[in-house]
């Protein structure tokens, strides 16, 4: 492994896990090396010096540290995967409105549904179900006719969408409305070396 990527994660994290899920699909070589949230490792100064934010996830690529899960994204397809990201200026484009939806209203919404119920965070319920209501809104009518996101096949924009869509229901928020976005996952789960993120129990601390 002295040639792989270090992908320091937490296993029930979204931001980890969807660098996890480009790394496998894009066969790119890399070692995960989890991370104790519960011990409070992310707060100390060894894992400080790799992310002074203390948050997962973080990547290592020899003398190169990348933190923001969406930020990890771009570098690994920039520079091991470039047929998951458009060259051309109006599909790049398209790619980055999506990780913004994954940083902004994904987080806010089903993602922060999540915390509440599976890491029971002092969040509020309404508000992060109609966030997460109006992010799937957006993404259903945006997914009428289309296969992908963007263009005519997977991009890190599905990658960067599919963890927390998929764990929606863990924070009660369902996907029965949304039969175009299923479909999404779907065929992102069909895709050769997709892996999943590890499901959890609702209102298990962690």
């Given amino acids: 492994m002295s040639n792989a990527i270090r992908i320091h994660r937490h296993p029930l994290s979204g931001h980890s896990h969807r660098v996890e899920l480009l790394a496998s699909l894009a066969?790119?070589?890399h070692h995960l090396i989890d991370v104790d949230l519960l011990t409070g490792e992310h707060?100390?100064?060894?894992f400080l010096k790799l992310n002074p934010s203390g948050q997962v996830p973080?990547?290592?690529?020899?003398?190169t540290v990348v933190s923001d899960s969406n930020a990890i994204l771009v570098y690994l397809a920039r520079k091991y995967a470039s047929d998951?990201?458009?060259v051309d200026p109006r599909g790049e484009a398209e790619v980055q409105k999506f990780l913004s939806l994954a940083a902004g209203d994904i987080a806010h919404g089903p993602a922060a549904a999540r915390l509440i119920t599976v890491f029971g965070a002092a969040l509020d319920v309404t508000r992060t179900h109609a966030v997460a209501k109006s992010a799937f809104d957006r993404l259903e009518s945006h997914l009428v006719g289309r296969h992908?996101?963007?263009g005519?096949?997977?991009t890190i924009a599905d990658v960067a969408i599919y963890s927390y869509t998929a764990h929606a229901p863990e924070g009660n928020v369902s996907l029965d409305d949304y039969p175009n976005i299923?479909?999404?996952l779907s065929?992102?789960?069909?895709?050769?070396?997709?892996?999943g993120m590890q499901e959890t129990k609702v209102g298990l601390a962690a």
């Fill in 58 to 63: 973080v990547m290592e690529d020899g003398e």
């Fill in 43 to 46: 707060k100390k100064e060894a």
């Fill in 187 to 195: 065929r992102i789960e069909n895709l050769p070396g997709f892996v």
């Fill in 148 to 150: 992908w996101l963007v």
């Fill in 27 to 29: 066969g790119i070589n």
């Fill in 152 to 154: 005519e096949r997977p």
């Fill in 182 to 184: 299923r479909g999404l």
């Fill in 84 to 86: 998951w990201l458009p």
